[in-house]
């Protein structure tokens, strides 16, 4: 069965220094899809950076990148020059690829809590 | 990215009641998901609506206690029946983005539920 593995609950970071969430996944998929959430405390989730299998490159977006490590099966979160407005809840979720009427199930980790000090 | 509109955004229920929670998407998209979250929980999946078809629901979940409609191609909705307050929860909705980006999932702001 497919599992994502977030071992960090919380996390402390500077402001302005960077940040590393880690994200471990257990797939026998050969294409699959890796997500990085946010869920500030008014819960919405917002949609922060994705990963496809077979990427060559890490993604970025902003001042998010993924860390890809396809075989160590992991796909780490780097914020960089964080702001005080990172704080908030980050999931990390995979999507099975499934060809029978393309359902994108999202199967998320237990998620990091993000606490960013001035 | 896809705007998705969700309602009621909070709610305080009586056990027993129901509450219906809407999601409008702003374009047309295939699938709509419904997710739960627990208190301190992450999320799960309780069922995928598509436009035209009985809803699809996962392991737990079941059409009696969470009845989906799925109208059109813009809006679903997901009833929380004879509610306990075990159903205090988080229910978003979700959607594959339009065009080139299908690959991310988009969610709305979620409705936090909390039945007395």
């Known amino acids: 069965a497919q599992k994502i593995t977030q071992t960090q609950p919380g996390m402390f970071v500077q402001e302005k220094e960077a940040v590393t969430l880690d994200c471990t996944y257990d797939t026998s998929d050969q294409s699959y899809g890796l997500f990085w959430y946010k869920q500030p405390s008014s819960g919405e989730m917002i949609f922060l950076i994705y990963q496809g299998s077979y990427d060559e490159q890490n993604a970025t977006e902003g001042r998010y990148s993924l860390n890809f490590q396809k075989a160590r099966k992991s796909a780490n979160l780097v914020i960089s020059a964080s702001q005080l407005g990172d704080s908030a809840m980050y999931f990390c979720a995979m999507r099975e690829v499934t060809f029978s009427g393309g359902y994108n199930k999202l199967i998320f980790g237990a998620g990091t809590r993000l606490a960013v000090h001035p | 990215s896809a705007v998705i509109s969700q309602k009621p955004s909070r709610d305080i229920c009586q056990r027993g009641t129901s509450l219906t929670i809407q999601c409008q998407v702003d374009?047309?998209?295939?699938?709509m998901f419904w997710y739960r979250q627990q208190p301190g929980q992450s999320l799960t999946l309780i069922a995928t609506?598509?436009?035209?078809?009985?809803?699809?629901?996962e392991s737990g979940f079941v059409i009696d206690k969470f009845p989906i409609s799925r109208p059109n191609l813009t809006f679903s909705t997901l009833t929380v029946s004879n509610m306990s307050p075990e159903d205090s929860s988080i229910y978003l909705c979700?959607?594959?983005?339009?065009?080139?980006?299908?690959?991310?999932?988009?969610f709305g702001s979620g409705t936090q539920l909390s039945v007395l």
């Open positions: 374009s047309q998209v295939t699938m």
């Open positions: 979700s959607v594959i983005g339009p065009g080139g980006s299908g690959e991310k999932l988009f």
């Open positions: 609506a598509n436009q035209g078809s009985e809803a699809t629901y």
